[in-house]
């Protein structure tokens, strides 16, 4: 993010002479005193667009502890439901039946595949 856009998105939060409040917390943060960032409010990898409605700014701490407890777990638990959408990982859990074997629905059983020798 340009220098300029990060204080263009901290002035459109000013309440009063460079003093914006946290998105995070809701104290005053101090443009020239505090160590700030501007957070995105949804996150970009969950698809949150990256336009200034969703940016504000945030202290440095504030916005370090949401990135680590609800944004990432958040992007992580995504990114599994993704791979399992697109089948390029197996599910964890389940039974594998082994080779030449099938559930067989009227019985409720796994039995021994049938072979075209047996009648």
Same mark, same amino acid.
């Given at each position: 993010?340009?220098?300029? !856009?990060?204080? *263009?998105?901290?002035?459109?939060?000013?309440?009063?002479?460079?003093?914006?409040?946290?998105?995070? =917390? %809701? #104290?005053?943060?101090?443009?020239?005193?505090?160590?700030?960032?501007?957070?995105?409010? !949804?996150?970009? *990898?969950?698809?949150?667009?990256?336009?200034?409605?969703?940016?504000?700014?945030?202290?440095?701490? =504030? %916005? #370090?502890?949401?990135?680590?407890?609800?944004?990432?777990?958040?992007?992580?638990?995504?990114?599994?439901?993704?791979?399992?959408?697109?089948?390029?990982?197996?599910?964890?859990?389940?039974?594998?039946?082994?080779? %030449?074997?099938?559930?067989?629905?009227?019985?409720?059983?796994?039995?021994?595949?049938?072979?075209?020798?047996?009648?």
């Amino acid at each position: 993010m340009s220098a300029k !856009r990060r204080q *263009a998105i901290f002035t459109e939060h000013c309440t009063g002479h460079n003093i914006a409040p946290c998105c995070l =917390c %809701g #104290e005053p943060i101090q443009r020239h005193e505090d160590r700030w960032i501007i957070e995105h409010r !949804r996150a970009l *990898a969950l698809l949150g667009p990256d336009l200034n409605t969703n940016c504000a700014p945030a202290h440095f701490k =504030c %916005g #370090e502890v949401k990135t680590h407890t609800q944004d990432l777990p958040r992007i992580r638990k995504a990114k599994r439901q993704q791979a399992r959408h697109e089948g390029t990982k197996k599910p964890t859990r389940g039974f594998e039946a082994p080779a %030449g074997v099938v559930f067989d629905w009227k019985l409720r059983r796994y039995v021994l595949r049938p072979t075209a020798s047996q009648p």
